[in-house]
T-cell receptor, first 115, second 117 residues
Framework: AQSVSQHNHHVILSEAASLELGCNYS??????LFWYVQYPGQHLQLLLK??????LVKGIKGFEAEFIKSKFSFNLRKPSVQWSDTAEYFC?????????????FGQGTTLQVKP | EAGVAQSPRYKIIEKRQSVAFWCNPI?????LYWYQQILGQGPKLLIQ????????DSQLPKDRFSAERLKGVDSTLKIQPAKLEDSAVYLC???????????????FGPGTRLTVL
């Protein structure tokens, strides 16, 4: 069965520190990849997505992610975090062969940024 | 543009009772999804509708859960009877198309937090 694994459950950083959140998926076929974010008290919203082309994708608020097919990974990065980045981050996968829009989510990473 | 609307926002019931959740997707969105998010886990798809037809309900516990989208617009998810392990946030999402193209994004509602005592 397909699964998504996020390595860090809870990350604490100081403002201006660099961020990298790991995401690995288990599926050998073509996949579409996503990072969603949930700010405190708000809805899940899309940060960025990869469907094809350049494996380095840029999203909102200075976030980027790199798709490394050989490692089944889609890690999220930001060079300098801000207090407002405090949120829960979810990696998700949609497998091309599923023929639906079904997203399989990781368990999430809570990021706490200290001012 | 109005987002995905869900109600109620919170619900507390006792086990073996029934409960229903309502979702109104973004206007014009053909596809509607119901996800279950248990505390400490990521959302898990329960059912996906395209217009008023079911596309995927493979993870819906059909002995107690049911969902409908009769007119291809809003949708209702029901649990009858509820169990303790149904305590979770129930998220509704919608997308313009099938959710499988690069220009198609799933937009999520605020969710309904269900507590089963």
């Amino acid at each position: 069965a397909q699964s998504v694994s996020q390595h860090n459950h809870h990350v604490i950083l100081s403002e201006a520190a660099s961020l990298e959140l790991g995401c690995n998926y288990s599926y050998g076929g073509t996949v579409n990849l996503f990072w969603y974010v949930q700010y405190p008290g708000q809805h899940l919203q899309l940060l960025l997505k990869y469907f094809s082309g350049d494996p380095l994708v840029k999203g909102i608020k200075g976030f980027e992610a790199e798709f490394i097919k050989s490692k089944f990974s889609f890690n999220l990065r930001k060079p300098s975090v801000q207090w407002s980045d405090t949120a829960e981050y979810f990696c998700a996968v949609n497998s091309y062969s599923s023929n639906t829009g079904k997203l399989i989510f990781g368990q999430g990473t809570t990021l706490q940024v200290k001012p | 543009e109005a987002g995905v609307a869900q109600s109620p926002r919170y619900k507390i019931i006792e086990k073996r009772q029934s409960v229903a959740f309502w979702c109104n997707p973004i206007s014009g969105h053909a596809t509607l999804y119901w996800y279950q998010q248990i505390l400490g886990q990521g959302p898990k798809l329960l059912i996906q509708f395209q217009n008023n037809g079911v596309v995927d309900d493979s993870q819906l516990p059909k002995d107690r859960f049911s969902a409908e989208r009769l007119k291809g617009v809003d949708s209702t998810l029901k649990i009858q009877p509820a169990k303790l392990e149904d305590s979770a946030v129930y998220l509704c999402a919608s997308s313009l198309g099938s959710g499988r193209t690069s220009t198609d994004t799933q937009y999520f509602g605020p969710g309904t937090r269900l507590t089963v005592l």
